[in-house]
């Protein structure tokens, strides 16, 4: 397996680096991918996963101090592992397309609005939220768009903008 990581490198002393990191890491990697996600599939996918953005992000990573190549490594695996896992958690009806009913319930909602408020009142939600709400509605980038631009799964963006949704509706200055 190791292989193909060591394939993405271009030297010599990265490869030999790479190959000392991996055998470093690889079993507290898995602990970490294991803690989070209790398959042992999903758990090897995850540090599989690490290791190959490791390996093509190897040449900013050993520049970095030993501490902070170590946090550089579990913070990966871990953002990786939460990733599988709120992918598996999630149904194929959570998906599903709205139907036509609640689109055009949320279409009303927001014609409806002053806009000058709601720009006030979106500004106001966490940063997190407000980026791809803006990216979404202002800007109208799709949710893979917003995935591209963010670096983050197409997924999260999905559930940020209906996080930041929610928010909205439950923001009690809101005057609309």
Wanted: hydrophobic share 40%; proline share 2%; glycine share 0%.
């Amino acid at each position: 397996m190791i292989n193909i990581y060591l394939s993405a490198l271009e030297t010599e002393e990265d490869k030999a680096e790479f190959e000392d990191l991996y055998i470093k890491y690889r079993q507290k990697m898995y602990a970490v991918a294991y803690k989070i996600l209790h398959n042992v599939e999903d758990a090897e996918d995850a540090v599989h996963n690490a290791f190959i953005a490791i390996a093509d992000n190897f040449e900013k990573i050993r520049l970095l101090p030993h501490r902070e190549r170590v946090s550089y490594i579990i913070i990966t695996v871990r953002n990786i592992s939460i990733n599988i896992y709120n992918k598996n958690k999630k149904s194929a009806e959570q998906f599903s397309e709205l139907d036509d009913n609640q689109l055009s319930v949320e279409t009303n909602f927001f014609e409806n609005i002053d806009m000058e408020e709601l720009i006030k009142t979106i500004s106001g939600l966490p940063v997190i939220y407000k980026d791809i709400f803006f990216l979404r509605y202002r800007d109208e980038y799709t949710h893979k768009e917003i995935s591209d631009i963010l670096d983050i799964p197409v997924e999260t963006v999905r559930k940020r903008t209906e996080r930041a949704k929610k928010l909205l509706k439950e923001k009690p200055e809101r005057n609309i």
